[in-house]
């Protein structure tokens, strides 16, 4: 834990400085206030108390996983009226990565809502992918995408979702996840899911204890044979648990400000667990989970961990290597990352830093 802190400047230039990956981001929870609006315009849209751009602001200022997930789905998602739309949310992630000095990303994409709607899955996943590639040949960005089947829906329609995902085979696909609300079924309910996705080859990661005690977490581990664990923060209850974690080595994709602004288990960075995690040798990484939505991008997130007395420059710094080798590529796109990262931090000007 430290007692002095560096000047904010000085932490956030050395963070930027860095090259780094983010493993848990919402495609849709990079879509910011004005691209919500200017599609709400586009497509003549009405939503019920939002008549004016101070209205939605106000709805993004969300206090639980409720109403997170309301505005998700009802809000954000429902703007998407025709699938090229959806070249607005690559325009917007696109931004977010270069601006964070973000590498590489795995990213939810929650098809339900757009399916729903009348979307092409087809085309959808061709517009990843043509997202991805572009980001790649023109930043030297690599994005992954990970489909969450998603609990809000049901387990027929995450059934759907997978197989709508293995009928349309792309490079920039690799992956499902159980998003959603929590509370609307245990990790048991898509076990067929789980298991045929990885008969197919497609990795597969799950939230659990984000609104959920530590049984979820227990679930997705047992019962889902999960690769990472979203959120995870319920595990703290439970030291059976946290040992399991610990030996077994789980990554967990932990997002501090996103479980301070919905307020389940903490309302305070000060009491997240994620310290007790790094303390007791759990796998832990950091990442933002929607930073439009709670306000927070991967730069700041980091930088919040430092102000607030969690973790030293050199901790962070581990918990940045944690993301690298938590990722799904292989170990030498992995050792070639943690090679670019190291480069970044002998040459980083300011090198008194380090040792704040």
């Not at 609307?184 to 076990?191: E, S």
């Not at 479980?259 to 994620?274: C, D, G, L, M, W």
């Not at 607030?308 to 070639?336: C, P, V």
Request: glycine fraction near 6%; aromatic fraction near 10%; charged fraction near 25%.
């Amino acid at each position: 834990m430290i007692t002095t802190r560096l000047k904010r400047e000085r932490v956030e230039s050395l963070i930027r400085a860095i090259p780094k990956t983010e493993i848990h981001l919402h495609l849709e929870g990079m879509a910011g206030v004005e691209t919500v609006w200017k599609l709400k315009e586009k497509n003549h849209l009405d939503f019920p108390g939002i008549t004016t751009h101070e209205e939605l602001v106000r709805r993004f200022q969300v206090e639980s996983l409720d109403e997170f997930i309301d505005l998700f789905i009802n809000v954000i998602q429902n703007c998407f009226q025709e699938e090229e739309d959806i070249a607005y949310l690559i325009d917007d992630a696109s931004r977010y990565l270069i601006e964070n000095n973000i590498s590489y990303a795995e990213i939810f994409f929650a098809p339900s809502k757009f399916v729903q709607n009348g979307f092409s899955f087809s085309r959808i996943a061709d517009l990843l992918d043509e997202g991805a590639a572009k980001l790649k040949a023109e930043k030297q960005i690599e994005v992954k995408f990970i489909i969450d089947v998603s609990r809000s829906f049901g387990k027929e329609n995450a059934m759907r979702n997978l197989n709508l995902t293995l009928s349309n085979p792309k490079s920039s696909i690799i992956g499902i996840g159980l998003g959603g609300a929590e509370s609307q079924g245990p990790a048991l309910d898509y076990i067929d899911v789980f298991t045929q996705a990885k008969t197919a080859g497609l990795h597969v990661v799950a939230h659990a204890g984000e609104d959920v005690g530590p049984e979820s977490v227990w679930s997705a581990v047992q019962d889902l044979d999960v690769e990472r664990i979203g959120h995870g923060i319920s595990s703290i209850q439970d030291p059976k648990l946290m040992k399991l974690l610990a030996d077994r080595q789980i990554p967990l994709e932990v997002c501090p400000t996103s479980n301070v602004f919905t307020r389940k288990y903490v309302s305070a960075y000060e009491q997240h667990p994620i310290r007790p995690f790094y303390e007791q040798g759990l796998y832990v990484t950091l990442n933002t989970d929607d930073p439009s939505i709670f306000g927070v991008e991967l730069v700041e997130e980091y930088y919040k961990m430092y102000e607030h007395g969690l973790f030293s420059i050199q901790e962070l710094i581990a918990i940045m290597k944690n993301g690298i080798y938590a990722t799904f590529l292989s170990k030498e796109e992995q050792d070639r990352l943690w090679n670019n990262a190291e480069k970044a931090i002998a040459s980083f000007p300011d090198q008194d830093v380090l040792k704040g």
